[in-house]
């Protein structure tokens, strides 16, 4: 709706009254305000000749059944006084009363939607944020989605206690994989530097993380001028979670300084952006599913022997670019775990596996929280909503956050106010807390983490595992039900069992997927770094008695292609080549070295490549019959 204007002398118009007379029929059409039937039904059967215009009358004037029947549809007198002068000056006696029933429609709905914002900004006010920093953050997002509007709120309040406290170490906690504000001293002194230019200080976020801590203003400041122009065809990327250091510039960029020849990216590569939803080529129950990839895979890369790969959505921009160019370019299935069971868990998967005839392990795992933990039904309370936890990281939170609930829950009788309800879901999203009494929430324990995972119980228990390291062992493996859901298509394949090179395996969710599929595992030679991990997966083969040869090998870097040959040669080739390369310098979480495929760890992901190369150029020559 814009606000009209018509001249001068028309400025009797009350301020706070917005209307369109030209577009009259567009909002008739519905195309300006939401009508209803029985909004329809009142200007198309309402009668009024031109010589009713002088009815309308101002406030304290004897009225005519003209405006009392506006008046018995809800206007008060006073708002239908306003518009009369004005309109009849602009159409004269033949105003059309209909025009003057849609303004008040649209003005009526134009309070309450103003009446309704007001209220989200007191109450966002009353949980302590400042009245600027609200209206701002409203305004980029808009009203609807309030949780979105209170992290934002919360990662700011966050930075601005950066910059008083510069020497603390403060650890914000993500909602979800990717999702990260500032939190370094230098990145902070250059947002203000920016906010004070003019910036908008999320715009001004994203580009000091992109050029990375050590740029000046002046860098970033250009880079912004950049993603500008960039956006406007459409070729930026569309998440806003990026890091990189300016000795790493990212794959994609504009070459300025100079970049790593290994990840740079060819013209004729486009970004690959996150779907949404993540439902990758279809769901279990028949949503978006798909007999036939969108994108057929290179006859260079079909198997077998078949390869699967892991690794967090929400990566660094340009990165699932080069994960896909290294990979025979086959573009990933992304995949949200919250439609496998009752925790969330973005991952992308590169692999060259069938599609068709997928089915899923059973029993199914529930789907919302409180099956899955049902002694928390009797106490989660009505005003927290959730029915999915967030992201399973490697890392419990604190006893305080839990004292910080009760503590605060304590002081009402009942029910909290809506504002203090708002305050404490965050609290208890970003900690995946759960109800265990009243007034009591409580962290995730290892075992219930297994559940939601799809793992034994006990996996990760016992054999000198100490809780710490079960948490961490637990956020770094894959979600067994949608990782089997993928793998399902190999039980036809390999009726009499399988051969599978494990790279990176942790603690075995890709071994316990194949065992819960019924799928015999021949021969398993896994590669992990981790003594906790190997004594994990040792245990689930002891345990699940597992008939096939087990074989460790503690370092990927050190698997040469001689011994992967050798191997081959010893068991006959490999079926499936499967792993995911660490995420320490892609995920969000990461505050210090977010740096891709360059970090340290991360850069991990180019020796899977090379082992899957050496696998299958051995397999192409034992086919073949040679050496």
């Known amino acids: 709706m ?24 567009s909002a008739r059409d519905g195309n300006e305000v939401d009508w209803s039937d029985d ?51 602009k159409f004269g006696a033949n105003v059309d009363p209909a025009q003057i029933l849609e303004t008040l429609v649209k003005i009526s709905a134009s309070s309450e939607a103003n009446s309704s914002k007001s209220k989200l900004i007191d109450e966002l006010i009353l949980m302590g944020f400042s009245e600027e920093m609200v ?34 170490d403060i650890n914000i906690i993500n909602l979800s994989d990717g999702e990260n504000e500032l939190n370094s001293s230098s990145e902070v002194s250059t947002l203000q530097a920016l906010i004070k230019i003019g910036y908008p200080r999320e715009e001004a976020s994203i580009a000091i993380e992109r050029c990375g801590e050590t740029a000046n203003v002046a860098e970033v400041t250009d880079f912004i001028a950049a993603a500008r122009l960039a956006r406007e065809y459409d070729d930026f990327f569309e998440e806003p979670i990026i890091q990189h250091s300016k000795k790493s510039r990212v794959d994609n960029e504009p070459s300025r300084r100079g970049r790593n020849p290994r990840m740079a990216m060819s013209s004729d590569h486009q970004l690959i952006t996150l779907p949404n939803p993540m439902i990758g080529f279809g769901l279990p129950d028949g949503t978006g599913l798909m007999t036939e990839r969108p994108d057929p895979i290179p006859a260079v890369a079909c198997g077998p022997p078949y390869f699967y790969y892991e690794n967090v959505a929400m990566a660094p921009k340009g990165v699932w670019t080069t994960i896909s160019k290294e990979l025979y370019n086959i573009k990933p299935e992304f995949v949200d775990s919250k439609y496998f069971c009752a925790a969330m868990r973005k991952r992308g998967y590169v692999h060259n596996l069938p599609i068709r005839n997928r089915f899923q392990i059973l029993p199914l795992q529930h789907q919302k929280i409180q099956d899955v933990l049902p002694l928390t039904r009797k106490w989660w309370p009505s005003w927290d909503e959730r029915t999915k936890l967030n992201c399973l990281v490697t890392c419990g939170g604190s006893a305080t956050d839990t004292e910080k609930v009760r503590a605060e829950l304590e002081k009402f009788d009942g029910k909290p106010p809506p504002h203090v309800q708002k305050a404490l879901l965050v609290d208890c999203k970003k900690g995946n807390l759960v109800w265990v009494g009243k007034n009591r929430v409580a962290l995730l324990e290892p075992e219930e983490i297994e559940r939601l995972l799809g793992f034994p119980r006990d996996h990760t228990r016992g054999g000198g595992v100490n809780t710490t390291e079960r948490f961490k062992s637990l956020g770094n493996s894959f979600q067994v039900d949608t990782v089997a859901y993928h793998l399902s298509v190999l039980k036809v394949l390999f009726p009499n069992g399988i051969n599978v090179l494990s790279l990176f395996t942790g603690i075995g969710g890709g071994e316990v997927a194949l065992h819960r599929l019924g799928i015999p595992m021949k021969v398993v030679v896994s590669v992990e770094i981790s003594r906790v991990n190997r004594n994990i997966l040792r245990s689930f083969w002891e345990q699940t008695n597992q008939e096939g040869t087990l074989i460790e090998i503690t370092d990927v870097t050190e698997l040469k292609t001689e011994e992967i040959e050798d191997l081959m040669e010893r068991f006959g080739g490999f079926d499936l080549v499967i792993g995911g390369s660490p995420c320490n310098n892609l995920a969000g979480g990461n505050r210090v070295s977010r740096k891709g495929l360059e970090g340290e760890q991360s850069q991990l992901f180019y020796d899977y490549c090379r082992i899957l190369k050496d696998v299958r150029n051995k397999e192409a020559r034992m086919r073949r019959g040679g050496l």
């Open 2 to 25: 814009v606000e009209h204007s018509a001249s001068d002398d028309e400025g009797e118009i009350d301020n706070n009254l917005q209307w369109s007379p030209s577009r009259s029929q």
């Open 39 to 89: 909004d329809m039904m009142a200007i198309d059967n309402f009668q009024w000749s031109p010589e009713h215009y002088n009815s309308v009358r101002p406030a304290g004037v004897e009225t005519d059944e003209t405006v009392a029947r506006f008046i018995e549809m809800g206007f008060s007198e006073e708002m239908i006084a306003q518009l009369r002068k004005p309109m009849v000056r």
């Open 135 to 168: 209206i701002k953050v409203i305004n980029e997002y808009g009203e609807e989605n309030v949780d979105e509007i209170t992290n934002v709120l919360l990662s700011y309040a966050e930075a601005e206690k950066l910059c008083k406290r510069e020497d603390e």
